[in-house]
């Protein structure tokens, strides 16, 4: 490909980034006593004391302080920190494992409407019907990407999917009697932080897998960890490496063998919509991130959503209650053996709703290529990458790859937290560094289908212009970010957490 | 409506610097047998305009909050005025198509914002530290539990009823895999009657209770410490403006629902888990947490710290499998409780109990409606009505209101009534008046 030359769109942003050099002033700096925003309505409503409304034992003896600014200091404040901040709509973010795609603007506007947000979770179901409509149809087309028979939306976060499914896994088990003796969950190496925790907080212990030579699970490895007290095994797939596991189906079969189930940790979902199923692959458990692959934005950190999807034969044990259909209308309805809710209410409903409005837009035509072109624009990068970066696992990959600066950090003292630093410089998000913890030096690439040929070459140029570079110049960097390099270690050795703990 | 940006030319050129010729060979490590024939049984994608005419569709099915159907319920989700500043600045989008902090060099506006949030919330609660956020309430007080289990060692959990009851279950759903003893604390005329002997981890009480009680806090403080069990405190952020706060009651954890300030109604998500403790705790401390530090030029930075505690280096020896939190909400949460700054949330919290007062009294004055309990409440309140509470709820949706919250059977059933700031006089007179009509 020779891309037309002409910037690079969506990508190579330095030259106008972020702004502000010199601190932001917190709030509680801005403060000037008796300065006031708030404003309320008018309600009629007696105007008693505080003395008179609440016994004097219960009443603070002052009030709780807050911040003293004018609703244009707010904004100011606010605006200028936002300036601080790079964000998928400034630039590429290549942010491996986390898929920071564009989110398309309609999303935000579909679930921007007074019918949705201004629902009360409580209200009778009389009253909700058009929220249980949506949940159900969004839940129907999860389960059709997914090949599973039913799904519950509650859970907020893929790690909390990631609990819901193991507690999932005990019920089964423990339906069969079996919740004493299935002690075990098998975990690849390979895997995110969140697995084995959640492995640990779902009561079972961890037992790692090794990978092989080529990044997958290990066969005769896993055949020697297999036995029946083992509950089940959590694959992300393809891995974290961005590998497909192609012995899936062997995999399958060795662990329903031994009747331990599979989980499907959906981090990686967005590589194959419409291409291979969860389900096909014998998984029994299925979480999404609907954040990373159905484009629900990722909020500086949240909120996201991961609802978990099972087959016919868990679906008695999901979380309750869940909107089902029964004749004209929705009803709550608890499962027969729920292991009951893992939310407040129902989950983040909004962001559930954006997610079917992405679907929507999409169409079932549209999510095949997403994941093409994910794919595509992975294959393409790590194409151009390779000979410059150390690419460990060195064949096709799905939708990222996983490069390494071990020969740079060798030849020139270049690490890959020097890359990644490098890259912020040149206007770019960082790469995943250090993760998975298979790979030394590991640099986790995942470009996503929403950037442009044109970004992706801007984006392999900067990267092999800083392989070229100096480790000890590249120690400096980044220059251009509001703050430089930061002492991760003072904050931890004097930790100042408030405002107040100064 | 497609988000892919690649022409067909680009797309075969770039197959071309693959030596490809076709996108499926992408795919070539997916064993042809299980590839999905025929493709998704999804429907072909929508125009924009057509994706807004189906959730139209959706809105139109729902009867929202409003005029129309005026708000007297709580519960756990409370119906706020929310000032445009909101809007406007938390939603732009730094804020909201950026990720975890994991680069704070460009990071610093969201791991500022996090900084004055997690100020904001030790200010209210008169905690030390708290995190970035969890997921809601309910999952602030498991990971609230969890940290008190682990920092005693007894897994014996009190758990008063006045604890929300959903956030209860979720308590219960966890304690599955944690092990945990929950032990259920009943009320005694609205509020909490602990044992006095015993040997639990956690002592769990809510102030405001579920049914709106203000609830002893100082007392649950001294029996936790005669007892050995760190004290875990529900508090609500609103009430926070008038009551003295956990922390200074003796709270060793408190938690709460960050939705009055900032998040819609929305079904009941996204909202946002506060989480904080004392300082001695900080090392348990679930989830994210910002401190400040400078850079290499001595100026003031922000960070993301102590991250040996989280999932991703400790893995199977987390005490929390949290990841990510609600730093959106968060941000929300930060621009609306500074905009009311101090003498705003002091006034909001005042309003709030106004009109709970002057609501419950005129609630009280119809014939047959009792107090669930004679205890002082503050923003909400529960009465006991002469015919069940969700039938007084489904007709007094045909009457434009949404009466409030119908009380399950631990409680002996009643209703459940919040009033906010937004509520006028005429709304609350008109809303007894349409009481005494439906309950007759």
């Known amino acids: 490909m020779q891309p037309e030359r002409r910037g690079a769109p969506g990508g190579r942003a330095t030259s106008a980034p972020l702004m502000g050099r010199e601190a932001e002033p917190t709030l509680f700096e801005l403060s000037s006593p008796g300065r006031v925003a708030a404003n309320f309505r008018s309600t009629g409503v007696p105007e008693w004391t505080a003395e008179e409304l609440v016994p004097a034992s219960h009443l603070r003896a002052e009030p709780a302080p807050v911040a003293e600014v004018s609703e244009r200091d707010l904004v100011a404040h606010m605006t200028r920190l936002s300036s601080r901040q790079f964000s998928v709509d400034l630039g590429a973010y290549p942010l491996g494992s986390c898929t920071m795609k564009y989110n398309p603007k309609l999303c935000d506007d579909a679930v921007a409407r007074a019918g949705l947000a201004n629902v009360h979770p409580a209200a009778p179901p009389s009253l909700t019907q058009g929220w249980m409509a949506l949940l159900a149809d969004l839940e129907t087309a999860l389960c059709r990407i997914t090949g599973m028979a039913a799904a519950t939306l509650q859970p907020p976060a893929g790690a909390a999917g990631e609990l819901t499914g193991l507690l999932l896994m005990r019920a089964f088990h423990g339906a069969a009697g079996e919740d004493a003796k299935r002690r075990r969950v098998l975990i690849p190496d390979s895997a995110h932080g969140t697995n084995p925790a959640s492995v640990t907080l779902g009561g079972y212990e961890v037992t790692q897998v090794p990978s092989d030579d080529r990044g997958c699970v290990d066969l005769d490895a896993l055949a020697a960890r297999l036995d029946d007290d083992v509950a089940g095994i959590m694959l992300t797939n393809p891995n974290t490496l961005g590998l497909f596991e192609e012995d899936i189906v062997a995999i399958a079969g060795a662990v329903h063998d031994v009747g331990g189930l599979l989980y499907y940790d959906g981090a990686n979902l967005n590589a194959i919509l419409g291409v291979v199923r969860p389900g096909d692959m014998g998984f029994d458990i299925v979480h999404m991130n609907l954040h990373k692959t159905f484009a629900v934005p990722h909020g500086g950190g949240g909120p996201g959503a991961g609802p978990v999807a099972v087959t016919e034969r868990l679906a008695p044990y999901l979380p309750g209650p869940r909107p089902v259909r029964t004749g004209e209308a929705y009803e709550w309805v608890e499962p027969e053996r729920s292991i009951g809710r893992v939310h407040s209410w129902h989950g983040n409903a909004l962001a559930l709703a954006r997610a079917w409005s992405y679907i929507l837009a999409n169409g079932g035509d549209g999510l095949r290529q997403v994941s093409d072109a994910a794919v595509l624009n992975a294959n393409w990068l790590r194409n151009r990458l390779h000979g410059t970066y150390d690419i460990p696992y060195d064949r096709p990959c799905m939708h990222e790859f996983v490069a390494s600066a071990t020969n740079l950090k060798r030849a020139r003292g270049l690490r890959a937290l020097d890359v990644a630093k490098r890259l912020l410089e040149e206007g770019f998000h960082a790469p995943t560094v250090y993760f998975p913890l298979v790979v030394d030096e590991a640099l986790m690439i995942e470009p996503t289908e929403t950037e442009s040929p044109q970004t992706l070459e801007a984006l392999a140029d900067a990267l092999l212009r800083i392989a070229e570079g100096d480790g000890e110049d590249a120690h400096h960097a980044p220059r251009t970010s509001p703050v430089g390099r930061v002492d991760e270690a003072r904050a931890a050795r004097q930790l100042i957490p408030t405002w107040d703990a100064r | ?376 409440t503050l923003r909400e309140f529960a009465v006991r009505t002469p015919i069940a509470a969700e039938v007084v709820v489904d007709r007094m949706a045909e009457e434009g209101f949404l009466a409030g919250v119908a009380l399950g059977g631990e409680y002996g059933g009643g209703l459940l009534v919040a009033v906010t700031e937004k509520r006028a006089r005429a709304e609350i007179d008109a809303y007894a008046a349409a009481f005494e009509k439906v309950v007759r």
């Open chain 2, 1 to 376: 409506m497609h988000f892919v940006p690649h022409t067909d030319a680009e797309i075969t050129a770039m197959l071309a610097d693959l030596g490809l010729s076709s996108v499926d060979e992408l795919f070539a490590a997916v064993p042809a047998a299980l590839r999905l024939a025929g493709g998704l049984d999804i429907e072909p994608g929508l125009a924009e305009a057509d994706v807004a005419g189906r959730f139209d569709d959706y809105a139109a099915r729902n009867r929202p909050v409003g005029r129309d159907l005026v708000c007297f319920a709580g519960a756990g989700a409370y119906d706020h005025d929310i000032p445009s500043v909101v809007g406007r600045l938390a939603f732009r989008s730094e804020f909201v198509t950026s990720y975890t902090p994991y680069q704070p060099e460009v990071a610093q506006g969201v791991l500022q914002a996090l900084f004055e949030y997690q100020t904001l919330v030790t200010r209210l609660y008169g905690t030390d530290v708290a995190n970035a956020s969890l997921y809601d309430g309910a999952s602030a007080l498991v990971e609230g539990v969890n940290l008190a289990v682990a920092a005693t060692g007894r897994q014996e959990v009190w758990l008063s009823r006045g604890v929300h009851p959903q956030w209860r279950a979720v308590v219960a759903t966890m304690a599955v895999g944690t092990g945990h003893r929950l032990v259920d604390i009943g009320l005694d005329d609205g509020l909490t009657a602990f044992p006095t002997g015993g040997s639990p981890g956690a002592v769990v009480v809510q102030n405001p209770n579920y049914l709106g009680c203000l609830e002893d806090v100082g007392a649950a403080g001294e029996l936790a410490r005669r007892l050995g069990a760190l004290l875990v405190v529900v508090a609500d952020p609103v009430s926070a403006g008038l009551l003295a706060s956990p922390g200074s009651l003796g709270a060793d954890v408190v938690v709460g629902e960050g939705q009055p300030f900032g998040a819609p109604l929305s079904l009941g998500g996204p909202y946002l888990g506060l989480f904080s403790c004392r300082k001695e705790h900080v090392r348990r401390l679930p989830g994210r947490l910002v401190g400040e530090t400078v850079d290499t030029e001595g100026r003031r930075a922000y960070v993301t710290t102590l991250r040996t505690r989280e999932q991703d280096i400790r893995r199977e020896k987390a005490s929390s499998n949290v990841c990510t939190n609600q730093t959106l909400m968060a941000v929300c949460f930060l621009v609306h409780l500074g905009w009311l700054g101090t003498t705003g949330l002091r006034e909001l919290a005042l309003r709030c109990a106004r009109g709970t007062r002057y609501c419950r009294e005129a609630l009280l004055a119809v014939d047959g409606v009792e107090p669930v309990a004679a205890a002082p």
